[in-house]
């Protein structure tokens, strides 16, 4: 499944982005190349037959994406051959996912994360069961299991404040998952992956995702 030919990337990207109301907000300057880094959006499918995917809700912490909804992920090790290898590297170590039962199938467009200079390739997985979770405690406060059909559902997409860092006002697009806020770069990802799904018929000879 070639996902890399024809993505709309900042396209999709825009739909979803932030855009700050808090005048005060000044994005911090890097003088160094963003970091490598990779998350996994892992489809399974349910015993009911749709697709879900795992979203984690990040612990609280001093720092900028304190308590924020994401994927599984983070940056590049020294030992990663590749993205995918960072990408399922991290999934294992925060929720326990067996890298060997994942089938890689593609990956979305890079993302810079200009507030922590990090720059995200989304790595789309499979698996044929759903997987038993095992949460790190330091890195997951909890595992939010979501619906494809969470992001092509008009109603689930809304707009509204966020406080970001516990000062900053931004005004975003945002998924409702779960009753979540789902936003910033993880609902630009959600975003580019939703249209593929919408126009592009992705999942649909394979997968069932009307379900």
């Given at each position: 499944?070639?996902?890399?030919?024809?993505?709309?990337?900042?396209?999709?990207?825009?739909?979803?982005?932030p855009t700050?109301r808090?005048?005060?907000?000044?994005?911090?300057?890097?003088?160094?190349p963003?970091?490598?880094?990779?998350?996994?959006?892992?489809?399974?499918?349910?015993?009911?037959?749709?697709?879900?995917?795992?979203?984690?809700?990040?612990?609280?912490?001093?720092?900028?994406?304190?308590?924020?909804i994401?994927?599984?992920?983070?940056?590049?090790?020294?030992?990663?051959?590749?993205?995918?290898?960072?990408?399922?590297?991290?999934?294992k170590?925060?929720?326990?996912?067996?890298?060997?039962?994942?089938?890689?199938?593609?990956?979305l467009?890079?993302?810079?994360?200009?507030?922590?200079?990090?720059?995200?390739?989304?790595?789309?997985?499979?698996?044929?069961?759903?997987?038993?979770?095992?949460?790190?405690?330091?890195?997951?406060?909890?595992?939010?299991?979501?619906?494809?059909?969470?992001?092509?559902?008009?109603?689930?997409r809304?707009?509204?404040?966020?406080?970001?860092?516990?000062?900053?006002?931004?005004?975003?697009?945002?998924?409702?998952?779960?009753?979540?806020?789902?936003?910033?770069?993880?609902?630009?990802?959600?975003?580019?992956?939703?249209?593929?799904?919408?126009?592009?018929?992705?999942?649909?000879?394979?997968?069932?995702?009307?379900k």
């Amino acid at each position: 499944m070639q996902l890399e030919n024809g993505l709309p990337g900042d396209l999709a990207h825009c739909i979803m982005m932030p855009t700050a109301r808090d005048k005060n907000m000044i994005l911090p300057t890097f003088h160094t190349p963003p970091v490598k880094s990779a998350v996994l959006i892992l489809f399974y499918q349910h015993e009911q037959g749709h697709l879900e995917f795992p979203l984690i809700q990040r612990p609280a912490y001093n720092g900028a994406h304190s308590a924020q909804i994401g994927f599984p992920g983070g940056k590049a090790e020294p030992g990663d051959l590749n993205t995918d290898d960072t990408a399922l590297r991290e999934a294992k170590e925060e929720i326990g996912i067996d890298p060997a039962q994942v089938e890689v199938v593609g990956h979305l467009s890079d993302l810079i994360i200009a507030v922590s200079n990090f720059v995200v390739t989304p790595v789309i997985g499979f698996m044929a069961h759903k997987p038993r979770f095992i949460p790190d405690p330091g890195e997951v406060d909890e595992i939010i299991q979501a619906k494809l059909t969470d992001i092509v559902d008009p109603a689930l997409r809304r707009e509204g404040a966020v406080v970001v860092r516990g000062k900053y006002n931004l005004q975003t697009p945002y998924f409702h998952i779960d009753n979540r806020v789902v936003w910033g770069a993880t609902a630009m990802m959600l975003s580019e992956l939703s249209i593929l799904v919408e126009k592009s018929g992705l999942f649909a000879s394979t997968y069932n995702y009307n379900k």
